[in-house]
């Protein structure tokens, strides 16, 4: 008897239908389609019930491994997950086709047949159990389970065999059976999934292994760990948004990276890559190609990106087909209403079908454009961050960076500009394939749509290829110009940042602010003209591109007879709407190709570039691995020359270029003896260097203290760099038997890490305590440690900026002894210290560590005192070495030598340091005294240099301020407020008007579509309307597209002005509150921090705010706009849109909240990047000596690391918002697709609405992207804005005060009156009651142990410091009331660092161009420079290099010498001026000192006594005190004076 579920289930009407036959009765069971059906059904019902039980069992079984908190992927995962989404999509598709076979059946009868859908239903439910089941698998690692898989695909081979069957045997078979080609599309992937899992059960054991990397308890990011739909979704990245909207995230939050991302992976696969290039490349004769290189290495991922590509481009043009098809079928009025099965063509012309594919389109295209962004980025990111790490290595081992095309600023653009060209190529790769492809297949596709209208459409889009180049043409001309102007202001600014101290005493910020703004204002009218052809770029896009629409409407009717329908007119703007963003960014495109391209060609000869001598052995290898393919430089470097050489000619006493003697190679053995070739090199044992100069040879003996003297400019410090391999041969070599694989090097200018003071001086060694100590105690740091406020841990800064300059040498010589190599070069370190704590180093450091250790010290110095304690003297001039021997037959060889050098001595009366471990004692007493004297704990009360703000970690200035949360609304304020509320408002409000002129065009489009209805439903005098109704419309669309393109124009132009009125505003204000702060500021604040608020934040103001704003301001008009329109077309969309809406918000606050920490996390983490390898450039010389490249290099890998974690999230955040925004979209779309095709049926909507809503929801998935992407981006770089604000709102030294007549001061006279001095309000007294007088004319000598407070007394005089109590009049005038400006001209002092700027000799000497050029030669003859000068080529108009660089450390100083001579003041203030020159040079500065400040006021600061012994007054200094105040006669009359004491000691 058959049941009531069974009719019900097989749709029987009759209800009294025999039941003679059973349901039992299989006889001809496959002729029964509902029976088959029923099998089916019952199948999957049943897969579906056993598979959650296995699930709910296993979960609670001991014989599950793990937990489901990693996924390990099985073999063909990916290929099974994508096989197994088609066919669910197959399956939904063969619901549809059920629900439709069985709506025409019900034509003539009403009852439903479940028996045609339900199948359907369960198969798609079994297929997501599947998915379900096998993801559990996976994260299970249960293999034995899968047989259930295969069980279940083997019978769903046979059901489906069976139903095949039945289709033949009912003779309903058929191609154009919708249900019959599914069937079979079924068994195939039931088939395929068979097999599949039978492979699997033999290839897969039960116990799988794991990748240990994914096992680390801080390896978070698991993408490789997630199944194919969490990947494509991102849903993978949910903890860290939800950690992230929670709390601010730190860097701890993100973990480590999975090897494949790590930067190490990469640049071992690049390297390898590379080398085989190299060796192709030598074997065919050829140049390497890195473009081979790159491909090879990323080959892989890049062709992942590019089927996510493709699968994107494929897609798009389904739903304008949807869209024509919808429209047109509700206009069709036949309708088949015969009961039959489904034909293929009658199921994809299902309105409702045709809806949901509407919507499946732009989803899949939108997941597949996020998984293209995201393996386009990590190829970006593995490709940018391996070469890095090559350019890194490569620069270790490159030995000259003197070049011209080799100079520090292009290996940073190696390191920065192209390596992040590389990365954007890669992002943008694949649209240089598909921008093109997608504007011929539009081109292709409309010619089915409008016949001959699509070439002359196709001929406008043309159009805008000439005015594209013209006017990109005039931006790539403006860019370069902008660039390069850019690059003026930026290095004047730098410069300004590094002289500062310089600019402020002498009173020249507002020249130097000057230069800058020149520079700026030159940068401006670039940037105007740029932005200006940015207005024509964006104008010329948006005419062409909505002139394509026009001539395609106006030229449809007439050539084809045909009207302009509303499934033609919302077709054609989808299809054009699609060219119109390719070609408006096709020149960036191409724009980053050649940019890419000229990158990998500098990046090829930078890689082929010559390398450092023998660095197959001096520099070691990174992970010993090969020398990345470079060829090595062949070790004879007959006939080089110093690429800088020439820059140099005549600053060797008028010795010619080809005249010098010796400039020096090397070669080295290696203690393991690498190159036996080369041990003969050297002797014997006890020989350890030798140079050989023509017939003349030098032998350096092991143990030895051998002493480098000579004139500035002699070579000393040559010849150190050509012991160490830095030089090339001009004539004659160096051989060293380094023993001890490196070589201490203690450099001129010492070389310190933004570290710890401790990390500075083991660098890299391991801590041994005592050892430790005793160098500490030798070099004199144990008092400076004990009043660090975190001891030997705290950070020093930027250049050692919170070291004085005897404190950095005395590191740099620390870091030389702990190192325990056998061979120690020290550069001239005594010059910056003063007599005891050089004595002090002399004895306890060189000569009782190094010598009493046997090591073999090279040292260079001006400390002619020292010499008798050599055991040989190597005297240095024009560049060679004329004396070589010991102190008696240097002596013998060259009385006239010695007895100059007898004449100095006397003249400073010192002979040699005899200063006992007492005094040395006594002095750290007295100085831990004064410190606990002034703080009640630890502190630091140093010169001005070294009183910095450090906190209770150590650390010299707090971290670099990260804003929580979002850009407060008062930093939006004081942007638009920069650009002036008016302009502000005439922008918002035509960019209203431009909204309304679009919504304009799109309801002109419904209404000529809707009359071109009727009229074609006329069926009277149709050509005559179709001519008139088609002039009139097209008229008035050209009117619209013309007022269109005339908004665009006004909205840019206003927009561009706006934004160019704001960076200038903005930087005019921030440089002004820079260069106005006091010094302190300068002190504690990193001129990195500055510069990057100058450089990048002041560039994102400039160029890239501008474009992001914009694109904001429009989503946020377009976006409320276009839904408001479609919720007036049909207000049922408004029930779906309220909850859809509130979803996005929680969307984008979840977010906007960890998109915002990850970009400032990034930020951050790139600064330490770059600021290791500046730091690695300075130090080259240094870091090659001690071989410490290794570990440098995994330095810089791990900062790299680091900073690409942040990114990688960041990516893939961005990747889950446009996931997540799609799904959201696609929500709203299908709402408004599907209430608007059933409005249309029950005649409540014309089609021209339905396709007018189709098109805004079409466009809404871009414009949900665009507002959020803006959003973030915005607030981002906003926060550029915030940081640059910050900078306007510094306190600024006081700039008021009255001005003293032109002659002050007159006299030169100075009464010191009880001042107490400190460094800032929270800080204590660095002079206390300090009581002076000074007559005008007299020469006063100040002196005092280290943090005396001498540097001090001095600033006070230029208000550098703050004096809160008592004051300071000179000339009757009280400079508190001053203006400040005034007070610092009329004064002159000689800082003890010397300073030149990038310019002329001129420019250096003379900034303010008020001297004659016989001044400027009568002031250089002064200090004899004179000669050196007119050598050159340009005389005074000479270019001085950055830094000064093509000059001596003491030609520098001869330099700043001239300065104070030229401004001739009535008052000189020298501080330790004469520091870096010899003695010969310092006795002609002493004498020009007195003939031309004779009469004048001078106060001198000295480490050497000597230099004020001849003064008329002597004010020692202790504590921040007036200890002694008297004649050099009556305190050295007093044997107890400290001032005695000084001199005494150095007897």
Request: aromatic share 10%.
């Given at each position: 008897?058959?049941?009531?579920?069974?009719?019900?289930?097989?749709?029987?009407?009759?209800?009294?239908?025999?039941?003679?036959?059973?349901?039992?009765?299989?006889?001809?069971?496959?002729?029964?389609?509902?029976?088959?059906?029923?099998?089916?059904?019952?199948?999957?019902?049943?897969?579906?019930?056993?598979?959650?039980?296995?699930?709910i069992f296993y979960s609670f079984s001991t014989y599950r491994h793990t937990t489901c908190f990693y996924l390990h992927k099985f073999p063909a995962h990916t290929f099974r997950w994508i096989l197994l989404l088609v066919f669910l999509s197959f399956c939904a598709l063969s619901v549809g086709e059920g629900i439709i076979t069985d709506q025409s059946f019900q034509q003539i009868a009403s009852t439903t047949r479940p028996q045609l859908y339900l199948p359907a239903v369960f198969s798609t439910l079994g297929v997501v159990f599947s998915l379900i089941f096998y993801h559990h698998c996976e994260c299970w690692r249960a293999v034995n389970l899968l047989h259930i898989l295969c069980v279940y695909w083997v019978i769903g081979?046979?059901?489906?065999?069976?139903?095949?069957?039945?289709?033949?045997?009912?003779?309903?078979?058929?191609?154009?059976?919708?249900?019959?080609?599914?069937?079979?599309?079924?068994?195939?992937?039931?088939?395929?999934?068979?097999?599949?899992?039978?492979?699997?059960?033999?290839?897969?054991?039960?116990?799988?292994?794991?990748?240990?990397?994914?096992?680390?308890?801080?390896?978070?990011?698991?993408?490789?760990?997630?199944?194919?739909?969490?990947?494509?979704?991102?849903?993978?990245?949910?903890?860290?948004?939800?950690?992230?909207?929670?709390?601010?995230?730190?860097?701890?939050?993100?973990?480590?990276?999975?090897?494949?991302?790590?930067?190490?992976?990469?640049?071992?696969?690049?390297?390898?890559?590379?080398?085989?290039?190299?060796?192709?490349?030598?074997?065919?004769?050829?140049?390497?190609?890195?473009?081979?290189?790159?491909?090879?290495?990323?080959?892989?991922?890049?062709?992942?990106?590019?089927?996510?590509?493709?699968?994107?481009?494929?897609?798009?043009?389904?739903?304008?087909?949807?869209?024509?098809?919808?429209?047109?079928?509700?206009?069709?009025?036949?309708?088949?209403?015969?009961?039959?099965?489904?034909?293929?063509?009658?199921?994809?012309?299902?309105?409702?079908?045709?809806?949901?594919?509407?919507?499946?389109?732009?989803?899949?295209?939108?997941?597949?454009?996020?998984?293209?962004?995201?393996?386009?980025?990590?190829?970006?990111?593995?490709?940018?961050?391996?070469?890095?790490?090559?350019?890194?290595?490569?620069?270790?081992?490159?030995?000259?960076?003197?070049?011209?095309?080799?100079?520090?600023?292009?290996?940073?653009?190696?390191?920065?500009?192209?390596?992040?060209?590389?990365?954007?190529?890669?992002?943008?790769?694949?649209?240089?394939?598909?921008?093109?492809?997608?504007?011929?297949?539009?081109?292709?596709?409309?010619?089915?749509?409008?016949?001959?209208?699509?070439?002359?459409?196709?001929?406008?889009?043309?159009?805008?290829?000439?005015?594209?180049?013209?006017?990109?043409?005039?931006?790539?001309?403006?860019?370069?110009?902008?660039?390069?102007?850019?690059?003026?202001?930026?290095?004047?600014?730098?410069?300004?940042?590094?002289?500062?101290?310089?600019?402020?005493?002498?009173?020249?910020?507002?020249?130097?602010?000057?230069?800058?703004?020149?520079?700026?204002?030159?940068?401006?009218?670039?940037?105007?003209?740029?932005?200006?052809?940015?207005?024509?770029?964006?104008?010329?896009?948006?005419?062409?591109?909505?002139?394509?629409?026009?001539?395609?409407?106006?030229?449809?009717?007439?050539?084809?007879?045909?009207?302009?329908?509303?499934?033609?007119?919302?077709?054609?703007?989808?299809?054009?709407?699609?060219?119109?963003?390719?070609?408006?960014?096709?020149?960036?495109?191409?724009?980053?190709?050649?940019?890419?391209?000229?990158?990998?060609?500098?990046?090829?000869?930078?890689?082929?570039?010559?390398?450092?001598?023998?660095?197959?052995?001096?520099?070691?290898?990174?992970?010993?691995?090969?020398?990345?393919?470079?060829?090595?430089?062949?070790?004879?470097?007959?006939?080089?020359?110093?690429?800088?050489?020439?820059?140099?000619?005549?600053?060797?006493?008028?010795?010619?270029?080809?005249?010098?003697?010796?400039?020096?190679?090397?070669?080295?053995?290696?203690?393991?003896?690498?190159?036996?070739?080369?041990?003969?090199?050297?002797?014997?044992?006890?020989?350890?260097?030798?140079?050989?100069?023509?017939?003349?040879?030098?032998?350096?003996?092991?143990?030895?203290?051998?002493?480098?003297?000579?004139?500035?400019?002699?070579?000393?410090?040559?010849?150190?760099?050509?012991?160490?391999?830095?030089?090339?041969?001009?004539?004659?070599?160096?051989?060293?038997?380094?023993?001890?694989?490196?070589?201490?090097?203690?450099?001129?200018?010492?070389?310190?890490?933004?570290?710890?003071?401790?990390?500075?001086?083991?660098?890299?060694?391991?801590?041994?305590?005592?050892?430790?100590?005793?160098?500490?105690?030798?070099?004199?740091?144990?008092?400076?440690?004990?009043?660090?406020?975190?001891?030997?841990?705290?950070?020093?800064?930027?250049?050692?900026?919170?070291?004085?300059?005897?404190?950095?040498?005395?590191?740099?010589?620390?870091?030389?002894?702990?190192?325990?190599?056998?061979?120690?070069?020290?550069?001239?370190?005594?010059?910056?210290?003063?007599?005891?704590?050089?004595?002090?180093?002399?004895?306890?450091?060189?000569?009782?560590?190094?010598?009493?250790?046997?090591?073999?010290?090279?040292?260079?110095?001006?400390?002619?005192?020292?010499?008798?304690?050599?055991?040989?003297?190597?005297?240095?001039?024009?560049?060679?070495?004329?004396?070589?021997?010991?102190?008696?037959?240097?002596?013998?060889?060259?009385?006239?030598?010695?007895?100059?050098?007898?004449?100095?001595?006397?003249?400073?009366?010192?002979?040699?340091?005899?200063?006992?471990?007492?005094?040395?004692?006594?002095?750290?007493?007295?100085?831990?005294?004064?410190?606990?004297?002034?703080?009640?704990?630890?502190?630091?009360?140093?010169?001005?240099?070294?009183?910095?703000?450090?906190?209770?970690?150590?650390?010299?200035?707090?971290?670099?301020?990260?804003?929580?949360?979002?850009?407060?609304?008062?930093?939006?304020?004081?942007?638009?407020?920069?650009?002036?509320?008016?302009?502000?408002?005439?922008?918002?409000?035509?960019?209203?008007?431009?909204?309304?002129?679009?919504?304009?065009?799109?309801?002109?489009?419904?209404?000529?579509?809707?009359?071109?209805?009727?009229?074609?439903?006329?069926?009277?005098?149709?050509?005559?309307?179709?001519?008139?109704?088609?002039?009139?419309?097209?008229?008035?669309?050209?009117?619209?597209?013309?007022?269109?393109?005339?908004?665009?124009?006004?909205?840019?132009?206003?927009?561009?002005?706006?934004?160019?009125?704001?960076?200038?505003?903005?930087?005019?204000?921030?440089?002004?509150?820079?260069?106005?702060?006091?010094?302190?500021?300068?002190?504690?604040?990193?001129?990195?921090?500055?510069?990057?608020?100058?450089?990048?934040?002041?560039?994102?103001?400039?160029?890239?705010?501008?474009?992001?704003?914009?694109?904001?301001?429009?989503?946020?008009?377009?976006?409320?706009?276009?839904?408001?329109?479609?919720?007036?077309?049909?207000?049922?969309?408004?029930?779906?849109?309220?909850?859809?809406?509130?979803?996005?918000?929680?969307?984008?606050?979840?977010?906007?909240?960890?998109?915002?920490?990850?970009?400032?996390?990034?930020?951050?983490?790139?600064?330490?990047?770059?600021?290791?390898?500046?730091?690695?450039?300075?130090?080259?010389?240094?870091?090659?000596?001690?071989?410490?490249?290794?570990?440098?290099?995994?330095?810089?890998?791990?900062?790299?690391?680091?900073?690409?974690?942040?990114?990688?999230?960041?990516?893939?955040?961005?990747?889950?918002?446009?996931?997540?925004?799609?799904?959201?979209?696609?929500?709203?779309?299908?709402?408004?697709?599907?209430?608007?095709?059933?409005?249309?049926?029950?005649?409540?909507?014309?089609?021209?609405?339905?396709?007018?809503?189709?098109?805004?929801?079409?466009?809404?998935?871009?414009?949900?992207?665009?507002?959020?992407?803006?959003?973030?981006?915005?607030?981002?770089?906003?926060?550029?804005?915030?940081?640059?604000?910050?900078?306007?709102?510094?306190?600024?030294?006081?700039?008021?005060?009255?001005?003293?007549?032109?002659?002050?001061?007159?006299?030169?006279?100075?009464?010191?009156?009880?001042?107490?001095?400190?460094?800032?309000?929270?800080?204590?007294?660095?002079?206390?009651?300090?009581?002076?007088?000074?007559?005008?004319?007299?020469?006063?000598?100040?002196?005092?142990?280290?943090?005396?407070?001498?540097?001090?007394?001095?600033?006070?005089?230029?208000?550098?410091?703050?004096?809160?109590?008592?004051?300071?009049?000179?000339?009757?005038?009280?400079?508190?009331?001053?203006?400040?400006?005034?007070?610092?001209?009329?004064?002159?002092?000689?800082?003890?660092?010397?300073?030149?700027?990038?310019?002329?000799?001129?420019?250096?000497?003379?900034?303010?161009?008020?001297?004659?050029?016989?001044?400027?030669?009568?002031?250089?003859?002064?200090?004899?420079?004179?000669?050196?000068?007119?050598?050159?080529?340009?005389?005074?108009?000479?270019?001085?290099?950055?830094?000064?660089?093509?000059?001596?450390?003491?030609?520098?100083?001869?330099?700043?010498?001239?300065?104070?001579?030229?401004?001739?003041?009535?008052?000189?203030?020298?501080?330790?001026?004469?520091?870096?020159?010899?003695?010969?040079?310092?006795?002609?500065?002493?004498?020009?000192?007195?003939?031309?400040?004779?009469?004048?006021?001078?106060?001198?600061?000295?480490?050497?006594?000597?230099?004020?012994?001849?003064?008329?007054?002597?004010?020692?200094?202790?504590?921040?005190?007036?200890?002694?105040?008297?004649?050099?006669?009556?305190?050295?009359?007093?044997?107890?004076?400290?001032?005695?004491?000084?001199?005494?000691?150095?007897?």
């Amino acid at each position: 008897m058959r049941s009531a579920s069974w009719d019900w289930f097989c749709g029987h009407e009759d209800k009294n239908h025999d039941n003679s036959t059973t349901f039992y009765d299989f006889t001809g069971i496959t002729e029964d389609t509902c029976i088959v059906n029923a099998i089916t059904t019952l199948l999957h019902i049943l897969f579906v019930l056993i598979s959650s039980l296995v699930l709910i069992f296993y979960s609670f079984s001991t014989y599950r491994h793990t937990t489901c908190f990693y996924l390990h992927k099985f073999p063909a995962h990916t290929f099974r997950w994508i096989l197994l989404l088609v066919f669910l999509s197959f399956c939904a598709l063969s619901v549809g086709e059920g629900i439709i076979t069985d709506q025409s059946f019900q034509q003539i009868a009403s009852t439903t047949r479940p028996q045609l859908y339900l199948p359907a239903v369960f198969s798609t439910l079994g297929v997501v159990f599947s998915l379900i089941f096998y993801h559990h698998c996976e994260c299970w690692r249960a293999v034995n389970l899968l047989h259930i898989l295969c069980v279940y695909w083997v019978i769903g081979i046979i059901n489906e065999t069976f139903k095949l069957w039945n289709f033949h045997l009912s003779e309903s078979a058929g191609v154009d059976i919708a249900r019959y080609d599914i069937t079979i599309i079924n068994l195939l992937v039931y088939s395929t999934l068979a097999i599949l899992e039978i492979f699997l059960q033999w290839s897969t054991s039960s116990k799988v292994s794991f990748p240990e990397e994914n096992l680390t308890h801080d390896m978070n990011y698991y993408e490789d760990c997630v199944n194919c739909v969490s990947f494509g979704l991102f849903f993978w990245i949910r903890w860290l948004l939800d950690l992230g909207y929670k709390r601010p995230l730190e860097m701890k939050d993100l973990g480590t990276l999975p090897r494949k991302h790590q930067t190490e992976y990469n640049y071992e696969k690049l390297r390898k890559e590379f080398q085989r290039e190299m060796e192709n490349a030598t074997e065919a004769g050829r140049e390497p190609s890195l473009w081979k290189v790159y491909y090879k290495t990323f080959s892989g991922m890049l062709f992942k990106s590019f089927l996510a590509k493709f699968a994107q481009e494929f897609v798009i043009y389904i739903e304008p087909l949807c869209l024509y098809v919808i429209t047109q079928q509700l206009t069709a009025n036949s309708v088949d209403t015969s009961p039959h099965m489904v034909t293929i063509s009658e199921l994809f012309s299902n309105v409702y079908i045709l809806c949901l594919i509407f919507v499946a389109a732009p989803f899949i295209s939108s997941i597949s454009s996020k998984v293209h962004d995201y393996f386009s980025t990590c190829v970006g990111v593995h490709l940018r961050s391996g070469m890095q790490a090559l350019v890194y290595e490569k620069t270790l081992r490159i030995y000259n960076l003197a070049g011209e095309d080799l100079t520090m600023g292009n290996i940073t653009n190696h390191m920065s500009t192209d390596a992040m060209n590389l990365q954007y190529l890669c992002e943008k790769l694949h649209l240089v394939w598909s921008v093109p492809t997608r504007v011929v297949c539009v081109g292709i596709t409309l010619s089915f749509f409008v016949g001959w209208s699509a070439i002359f459409g196709f001929l406008v889009a043309l159009l805008m290829i000439p005015l594209q180049k013209a006017v990109i043409g005039q931006i790539a001309k403006y860019q370069t110009l902008t660039q390069k102007n850019s690059d003026v202001r930026l290095k004047r600014s730098n410069e300004m940042l590094q002289g500062i101290k310089l600019l402020k005493l002498y009173g020249w910020e507002d020249e130097f602010r000057e230069r800058i703004m020149e520079a700026r204002n030159e940068e401006l009218k670039s940037l105007y003209q740029l932005n200006f052809q940015f207005v024509n770029l964006v104008t010329v896009a948006y005419t062409v591109g909505n002139s394509i629409p026009l001539v395609l409407y106006a030229t449809y009717p007439y050539l084809t007879g045909n009207n302009i329908t509303a499934s033609l007119a919302f077709t054609v703007l989808i299809l054009c709407y699609f060219v119109y963003d390719p070609l408006f960014n096709f020149p960036n495109i191409l724009s980053t190709l050649v940019n890419a391209t000229v990158a990998t060609r500098r990046l090829t000869k930078f890689f082929t570039h010559s390398e450092k001598e023998t660095e197959t052995e001096i520099g070691g290898h990174i992970d010993e691995t090969p020398n990345v393919g470079m060829p090595p430089h062949n070790g004879t470097s007959k006939g080089f020359r110093f690429n800088w050489k020439r820059k140099w000619k005549g600053f060797f006493s008028g010795v010619e270029e080809e005249t010098i003697p010796l400039m020096m190679t090397q070669h080295l053995t290696h203690i393991n003896g690498v190159d036996q070739s080369r041990k003969s090199a050297v002797d014997d044992e006890v020989t350890v260097i030798k140079i050989w100069n023509g017939g003349n040879k030098t032998s350096i003996e092991r143990g030895k203290l051998i002493m480098v003297v000579g004139a500035v400019g002699s070579g000393k410090s040559s010849l150190l760099s050509a012991i160490i391999g830095e030089m090339t041969t001009l004539k004659g070599t160096v051989n060293v038997h380094n023993q001890n694989n490196g070589v201490a090097y203690s450099a001129q200018t010492a070389w310190i890490l933004n570290a710890s003071l401790k990390t500075n001086i083991l660098f890299g060694k391991p801590y041994n305590k005592s050892r430790y100590k005793r160098i500490i105690d030798a070099c004199a740091l144990q008092q400076d440690i004990d009043i660090l406020p975190a001891g030997d841990l705290t950070e020093i800064g930027e250049k050692g900026i919170n070291l004085s300059g005897g404190q950095k040498q005395r590191v740099s010589v620390a870091r030389a002894m702990y190192s325990e190599n056998n061979i120690v070069l020290l550069d001239d370190p005594l010059s910056a210290l003063d007599v005891h704590v050089g004595g002090h180093l002399f004895k306890e450091g060189i000569i009782g560590i190094l010598i009493k250790d046997g090591k073999t010290v090279v040292l260079v110095t001006h400390q002619l005192q020292f010499l008798q304690y050599a055991d040989k003297v190597l005297v240095m001039q024009d560049c060679a070495i004329v004396h070589d021997g010991t102190f008696d037959e240097v002596r013998s060889s060259d009385p006239s030598l010695f007895a100059s050098w007898k004449q100095s001595l006397v003249e400073r009366t010192e002979s040699e340091f005899q200063q006992s471990e007492s005094d040395v004692e006594e002095e750290s007493h007295a100085l831990m005294k004064q410190v606990y004297q002034r703080v009640p704990g630890k502190g630091i009360n140093n010169d001005y240099s070294n009183d910095q703000a450090l906190n209770h970690d150590g650390q010299l200035t707090q971290d670099e301020e990260l804003e929580r949360g979002s850009v407060s609304f008062r930093v939006y304020k004081y942007f638009v407020k920069s650009m002036g509320w008016p302009i502000v408002v005439i922008y918002v409000l035509l960019r209203f008007t431009l909204e309304a002129v679009t919504l304009s065009k799109l309801f002109w489009l419904a209404a000529w579509s809707e009359a071109s209805e009727k009229v074609n439903a006329s069926t009277n005098n149709t050509t005559d309307m179709v001519e008139v109704d088609n002039r009139y419309y097209i008229a008035v669309f050209g009117c619209i597209t013309l007022l269109f393109s005339v908004v665009v124009f006004s909205i840019t132009i206003i927009g561009v002005t706006a934004i160019f009125i704001a960076a200038k505003n903005i930087h005019s204000e921030m440089i002004r509150n820079i260069i106005g702060s006091p010094l302190r500021f300068f002190d504690t604040t990193p001129a990195g921090r500055i510069m990057n608020r100058l450089s990048s934040d002041t560039h994102i103001v400039d160029s890239k705010l501008m474009l992001t704003l914009m694109a904001l301001i429009r989503s946020f008009i377009s976006l409320p706009s276009f839904m408001t329109t479609v919720v007036i077309i049909q207000p049922i969309f408004l029930i779906g849109l309220i909850p859809v809406a509130i979803a996005f918000c929680l969307v984008y606050k979840r977010y906007i909240a960890s998109s915002r920490e990850l970009h400032r996390l990034n930020s951050i983490t790139k600064s330490p990047v770059f600021a290791h390898f500046s730091e690695t450039l300075g130090g080259l010389s240094t870091i090659r000596a001690y071989k410490a490249q290794e570990r440098l290099f995994n330095e810089l890998i791990r900062r790299i690391d680091v900073n690409n974690t942040a990114f990688l999230y960041l990516s893939a955040c961005n990747g889950w918002i446009g996931s997540t925004l799609a799904i959201l979209t696609a929500i709203l779309m299908l709402m408004a697709s599907i209430t608007s095709v059933f409005m249309a049926e029950t005649g409540r909507l014309h089609v021209s609405e339905v396709g007018l809503v189709l098109f805004f929801t079409f466009v809404m998935p871009v414009l949900l992207m665009n507002t959020i992407q803006n959003s973030a981006d915005t607030e981002i770089m906003m926060n550029a804005v915030e940081r640059i604000q910050y900078y306007t709102e510094l306190p600024n030294e006081p700039k008021g005060g009255k001005e003293p007549a032109r002659s002050w001061p007159q006299r030169g006279e100075i009464m010191i009156e009880d001042i107490h001095v400190r460094y800032a309000n929270h800080l204590p007294s660095v002079l206390r009651s300090v009581n002076l007088y000074i007559a005008p004319g007299e020469k006063v000598g100040i002196c005092g142990r280290t943090g005396s407070g001498k540097s001090s007394l001095t600033l006070t005089l230029f208000r550098v410091i703050d004096t809160y109590k008592g004051r300071i009049v000179i000339d009757g005038e009280d400079i508190a009331n001053i203006s400040l400006r005034t007070l610092r001209q009329r004064l002159c002092i000689i800082p003890q660092d010397p300073i030149l700027f990038t310019g002329t000799i001129r420019d250096n000497i003379d900034p303010q161009g008020s001297k004659s050029d016989k001044e400027l030669w009568n002031a250089l003859e002064s200090v004899k420079l004179g000669q050196v000068v007119s050598q050159l080529d340009a005389g005074l108009d000479y270019e001085v290099s950055e830094g000064g660089e093509n000059f001596s450390v003491g030609q520098r100083q001869l330099f700043c010498l001239v300065r104070a001579f030229l401004r001739n003041s009535r008052i000189l203030i020298m501080d330790e001026a004469t520091a870096s020159i010899d003695y010969d040079t310092e006795s002609i500065v002493q004498d020009t000192v007195k003939s031309i400040f004779g009469d004048k006021t001078v106060i001198t600061i000295a480490h050497r006594v000597s230099t004020i012994l001849k003064s008329d007054t002597i004010v020692v200094l202790n504590e921040g005190q007036i200890a002694e105040y008297d004649t050099p006669e009556n305190l050295l009359a007093n044997d107890s004076s400290i001032f005695a004491s000084l001199v005494q000691a150095n007897k």
